[in-house]
């Protein structure tokens, strides 16, 4: 599975797609040296596979590449970041 990424404007998300219609999605909003992670959603078909987690570790990589920090509003996405000590330099 690959992971896409779209930005516009300030806003963007990390998408899973499959003939033309997504399965997954993390959207986040851009402000100004950080990235707010508002939503994560994964399609019934795709649960218990990992697909949230690697959504947000792909806005975390993103985060490290951009220089971002990252707020999660996100319930799961704050969920996935506060477990995984790895990612705490993005926070």
Do not use: W
Not at 22 to 35: C, S
Not at 37 to 55: A, D, M, P, W, Y
């Amino acid at each position: 599975m690959t992971i896409l990424h779209k930005e516009n404007a300030n806003e963007g998300a990390f998408y899973i797609e499959e003939d033309g219609q997504r399965l997954a999605e993390m959207d986040y909003r851009k402000e100004k040296d950080r990235i707010i992670i508002q939503h994560t959603e994964v399609n019934e078909s795709l649960r218990g596979k990992n697909v949230g987690f690697q959504l947000v570790e792909r806005g975390v990589e993103y985060a490290r590449e951009a220089n971002l920090k990252i707020v999660p509003l996100c319930v799961f996405a704050k969920k996935v970041l506060d477990m995984h000590k790895e990612f705490q330099d993005v926070l």
